[in-house]
Each structure stands twice: as structure tokens, then as C-alpha cells.
């Protein structure tokens, strides 16, 4: 496979549910993201790892948790989620984080959560 | 603050121009970048625009004036296939991305 892989495409959660979502990317990228896309609102940047490290938490809810194993990989972990985190949340890579020039996000096609 | 201003829908014609305007404020300038998005797919990168002047990539090119923080998508010959929402999004000192809420292009036939 090739660019950056999410799974599942769909996921539908009771509020007491713990689940995870999970990237993957080919590209032999240094960074990568985690967004979250909901309709007619910008794209919010929630967490960046640069060589598995966090290196950005924008004051996103502890009921996200995220884990980057290895440069690779990287795990979005969901638990007690409310209604309003019913949103598409997208996974991206680039060559190095706060590169100095055009540094290219690679997208996944995203992972589309609705919280019941 | 910063800010990022475009408009929220377009509708153009198959075989005709379209520009998509887009206006912002931000602490410092490090580039802007375009992306298209599909409906349900992921956003994928058009282009990067750090000095003024218009950039031409085949149908599609971008312009960039640093000292009025405005950028344009121009897209030519539409197709249906350009039917997407563009997002517009320049960097800041910090090299962090600011997105607008993008511009949804409806081509009709």
C-alpha cells in the first residue's frame, strides 16, 4: 500500500465506548497529525508527533488520547466521547514537522465518527 | 487574532474560469498552500505560494500578494471532475497551518 491508510472509514460509539482509530503511512515521513473536520468549519489541528515524539497538544479533551508506536503508526484512542465529537478526523503526514519551505501534508481519507 | 476569509460555496460552468478568493491575517507569513478536497476523500495538496506573483500548474494556478494577505485559486477549462471544496491555508511565523473553512465548487454542465 502506499500514503497514509486509516481505519475504520466509519465508526459509530455509545458515549461509554472506547475505541481507537489507527493510521498508517508509507511515505517514510518524519511527522504526522491528527486532525478533526467538522461540516463547515475549518480543520482543527489536535496533535502533531515528530519522530514518535508529541511535540503539539492544542487543548484537546484527555478523552482523546493519542500513541505514535513508531514513525509509522500512530493511534487516535477515543473513550467517553460526547455527541459533539461527531466529526470526520483525519489522519496526515510530511516529510519533517516545522520545515522551513513547502512542507506538503499527505492525507489520509479520513475516519467518520458519530457519538450516539 | 488570525483569520481566514473565503467565500463558503462557488457555482461555475463546465469549460469556463473560476477564482476563488481568499483573504487572511496571521501572525508572520510562511507560504500559503491550496488543497482540494472530494467529497468523503482526503484533502490532496494543489499548491505552494511564498513570493507574489501567480504560479501556473496546468489548469490550475495560484496567486499570492504577501502585502495585501490575499491569494487566489484560478482553475481553467472546469471540468466536473473539479466539482470539490478548496482549502485555503497560509503559515504562520510558527510554520503552523491556519485553515479556512474552504469553498465548496459546484460545476454544473
Known amino acids: 500500500e502506499t500514503g497514509v491508510t486509516q481505519t475504520p472509514r466509519h465508526l459509530v460509539m455509545g458515549m461509554t465506548n472506547k475505541k481507537s482509530l489507527k493510521c498508517e503511512q508509507h511515505?517514510?515521513?518524519?511527522?504526522m497529525y491528527w486532525y478533526k473536520q467538522s461540516a463547515k468549519k475549518p480543520l482543527e489541528l489536535m496533535f502533531v508527533y515528530s519522530l514518535e515524539e508529541r511535540v503539539e497538544n492544542n487543548s484537546v479533551p484527555s478523552r482523546f488520547s493519542p500513541e505514535c508506536p513508531n514513525s509509522s503508526h500512530l493511534f487516535l484512542h477515543l473513550h467517553t466521547l460526547q455527541p459533539e465529537d461527531s466529526a470526520l478526523y483525519l489522519c496526515?503526514?510530511?516529510?519533517?514537522?516545522?520545515?522551513?519551505?513547502?512542507?506538503?501534508?499527505?492525507f489520509g481519507a479520513g475516519s467518520r465518527l458519530t457519538v450516539l | 487574532g488570525q483569520n481566514i476569509d473565503q467565500p463558503t460555496e462557488m457555482t461555475a460552468t463546465e469549460g469556463a474560469i473560476v477564482q476563488i478568493n481568499c483573504t487572511y491575517q496571521t501572525s508572520g507569513f510562511n507560504g500559503l498552500f491550496w488543497y482540494q478536497q472530494h467529497a468523503g476523500e482526503a484533502p490532496t495538496f494543489l499548491s505552494y505560494n511564498v513570493l507574489d506573483g501567480l504560479e501556473e500548474k496546468g489548469r490550475f494556478s495560484s496567486f499570492l500578494s504577501r502585502s495585501k494577505g490575499y491569494s487566489y485559486l484560478l482553475l481553467k477549462e472546469l471540468q466536473m471532475k473539479d466539482s470539490a471544496s478548496y482549502l485555503c491555508a497560509p503559515q504562520d511565523s510558527n510554520y503552523q497551518l491556519i485553515w479556512g473553512a474552504g469553498t465548496k465548487l459546484i460545476i454544473k454542465p
Open positions: 511515505l517514510g515521513h518524519n511527522a
Open positions: 496526515a503526514s510530511s516529510q519533517d514537522w516545522k520545515y522551513s519551505g513547502a512542507n506538503v501534508l499527505t
